[in-house]
């Protein structure tokens, strides 16, 4: 039964939006009609709240891949790069003055 509920859940909801909140109103649910018990609600909220954070990862991974390609495509340097830059910039100037 509990299976049934994780799969109903994973696919009606989507895990990167998922709230602790939400979980544990759905557990509550169960609990209150006898369908889980309090410590297979609690467990049932952990693994909900593991996934959705993994799906959050995930999702802004394939954003920032996504991201990246594109300014590939567009030949555009990404803030780190832009960054690292600025800082041998800095330095070669160091450097320079120090030897005038």
Do not use: H, P
Not at 13 to 18: E, K, T, V
């Amino acid at each position: 039964m509990i299976d049934l509920i994780k799969k109903t859940m994973f696919t009606g909801m989507g895990f990167a939006s998922l709230t602790k909140d939400k979980a544990e109103e759905v557990a509550q649910k169960f609990i209150d009609k006898g369908k889980m018990s309090e410590l297979e609600g609690k467990r049932l909220v952990d693994e909900l709240m593991a996934k959705s954070a993994k799906s959050r990862e995930d999702m802004q991974k394939q954003i920032e891949d996504a991201v990246d390609v594109g300014l590939k495509k567009l030949n555009m340097a990404r803030s780190d790069e832009i960054d690292d830059l600025r800082a041998e910039i800095a330095e070669l100037r160091k450097q320079l003055a120090e030897k005038n």
